[in-house]
């Protein structure tokens, strides 16, 4: 299935003209395969062996163009660095407290938020996000 929304990806990005060079289909790949929503600096450290030239910065850079294109979400939480998600379905997100560790969680009922909230408060709804916090079992493993 990763392989398959690797390629809608792909496929964004050729309709918008940015140019798909081994760096960025690197990036993109590494983000799609991964299920830990990482850093710029987690996928810099993964790819640095396979691309010596390569920066922070084009990881930084490459990311944004993603961000812009809509294929790639920024998710910031708190004051700790922004973890990168690849736009897929809806889905909500469980976060560790103690490790800092970003779980993907689908739960279809919620989808009538969006549309209770437009009833209820008149608001045009553009979109919305859940963040649920607790401790992951590796976590809770150490403390006991």
């Known amino acids: 299935m990763a392989n398959e929304q690797l390629q809608e990806a792909v496929n964004a990005l050729k309709n918008t ?18 299920m830990s929503h990482p850093t710029a ?4 450290k993964a790819l ?11 990881v930084y850079n490459n990311l944004r163009v993603f961000k812009e ?8 939480y708190g004051d700790s660095s922004s973890r990168f998600d690849c736009v897929t379905t809806d889905h909500y997100h469980v976060i560790c407290t103690e490790c800092g560790k970003i779980v993907d969680f689908h739960y279809p009922g919620l989808d009538e ?3 209770l909230a437009e009833h209820v408060t008149g608001f045009e709804i ?9 401790t992951c079992p590796e976590c809770k493993t150490e403390k006991h």
């Open 69 to 76: 294109v809509g294929i790639v979400k920024e998710l910031t």
């Open 126 to 134: 553009e979109s919305h996000r859940m963040e649920v916090y607790g």
């Open 113 to 115: 938020v969006e549309t």
């Open 48 to 58: 640095e062996g396979k691309f010596p030239n390569m920066s922070v910065a084009t």
């Open 17 to 34: 003209k940015v140019r798909m060079t081994p760096q960025r289909h690197a990036i993109l790949e590494y983000l799609y395969n991964s």
């Open 41 to 44: 600096d987690e996928i810099y």
